[in-house]
């Protein structure tokens, strides 16, 4: 079982680092592993991007943007 654990170890560094836990789900087994995206997931996060983006103003300065955007 080396090698599914050494597969788990690197999917879980790359879905990690692009923070995609949410939006992917993992099939790990022996040599291989597969994956499907949560399409559901994606579509409600970009609709939300999407709102916080129309409320922001981009007149100003970088700081303001910024602020707004949190």
Do not use: P
């Amino acid at each position: 079982m080396r090698n599914a654990n050494r597969i788990s170890y690197h999917a879980g560094n790359v879905i990690g680092r692009w923070k995609m836990e949410k939006h992917v789900e993992l099939t790990i087994e022996e040599k291989r592993f597969r994956y499907t995206c949560d399409e559901a997931s994606i579509a409600h996060e970009a609709a939300l991007e999407d709102m916080v983006a129309d409320r922001i103003s981009l007149q100003g300065s970088a700081e303001k943007i910024v602020c707004q955007y949190k």
